[in-house]
């Protein structure tokens, strides 16, 4: 059975730093793009970053732009969404999401909406607060 968990989140400090995984049982996460979202409380669930490294791709909300960056481990098939200098606007839970296909066309020309995805971890609390 496909599923996704995700790690590393916390309560941390304005302008701190967290280290997000996303990783896989089941299958492997070779050539499939990767998402990683976020919900606050009250709000719809929002793209964040995403990631095709089979092309060399990846997409970032202007809200994380140049604080957040996504890579890949092919050799841990983990997938990392480092975030830098968070701000309290940043706080919410934080979901990795594969698509249904490892070749469908998601994350290659856009930051993907969620709807273009099918597998969903279970989430990871990130707040921001001091």
């Known amino acids: 059975q496909l599923q996704l968990v995700e790690s590393g989140g916390g309560l941390v400090q304005p302008g701190g730093s967290l280290r997000l995984s996303c990783t896989a049982s089941?299958?492997?996460?070779?050539?499939?793009?990767i998402g990683w979202f976020r919900q606050a409380p009250g709000k719809e669930r929002e793209g964040v970053s995403c990631i095709k490294s089979s092309a060399g791709i990846t997409h970032y909300a202007d809200s994380v732009k140049g604080r957040f960056t996504i890579s890949r481990d092919n050799a841990k098939d983990t997938v990392y969404l480092q975030m830098n200098d968070l701000k309290p606007e940043d706080t919410g839970v934080y979901f990795c999401?594969?698509?249904?296909?490892?070749?469908?066309?998601?994350?290659?020309?856009?930051?993907?909406?969620?709807?273009?995805?099918?597998?969903w971890g279970q989430g990871t609390q990130v707040t921001v607060s001091s």
């Open positions: 089941g299958f492997t996460l070779d050539q499939y793009a």
């Open positions: 999401a594969l698509p249904e296909s490892r070749y469908a066309a998601t994350c290659l020309s856009r930051l993907s909406p969620s709807s273009d995805y099918y597998y």
